[in-house]
């Protein structure tokens, strides 16, 4: 059975940073791509960034450029989100997602081209 669960969420005043974990187990493959998703209260599930199956290519979203950063530790199983700058609207819900594929081709920000989601973990960012 596959698990996704995320950590790291909390209360961060604006300015401030947060950095984010997730670990996945029950994998039959480890060479898969990986993501983060967030949904603010009221608005749709964004992609926020997806990682290829060795960290070697990395994709970001517009709102997030610049102030957070996305690695991986496929020794431990491990994703991580480093962000920095928070600001109000950074707040939500943070899923990590698994690709079905190695790679962050096509439409990458699809939610359909992710087969394991976590519950999600609330950052919430204080004016």
């Known amino acids: 059975q596959v698990q996704v669960v995320e950590s790291g969420g909390g209360l961060v005043p604006a300015g401030g940073s947060l950095r984010l974990s997730c670990t996945t187990s029950?994998?039959?493959?480890?060479?898969?791509?990986k993501a983060w998703f967030r949904q603010a209260p009221g608005k749709e599930r964004e992609v926020i960034s997806c990682i290829n199956w060795s960290g070697s290519r990395i994709l970001y979203g517009d709102s997030v450029k610049g102030r957070f950063t996305v690695s991986r530790d496929n020794d431990k199983n491990a994703l991580y989100l480093q962000m920095n700058d928070l600001k109000p609207e950074d707040t939500a819900i943070y899923y990590c997602?698994?690709?079905?594929?190695?790679?962050?081709?096509?439409?990458?920000?699809?939610?359909?081209?992710?087969?394991?989601w976590g519950q999600g973990t609330q950052v919430t960012v204080s004016s």
């Open positions: 997602a698994v690709n079905r594929y190695s790679d962050c081709s096509g439409d990458w920000s699809a939610e359909s081209r992710y087969r394991y």
């Open positions: 029950g994998l039959t493959y480890s060479d898969l791509a």
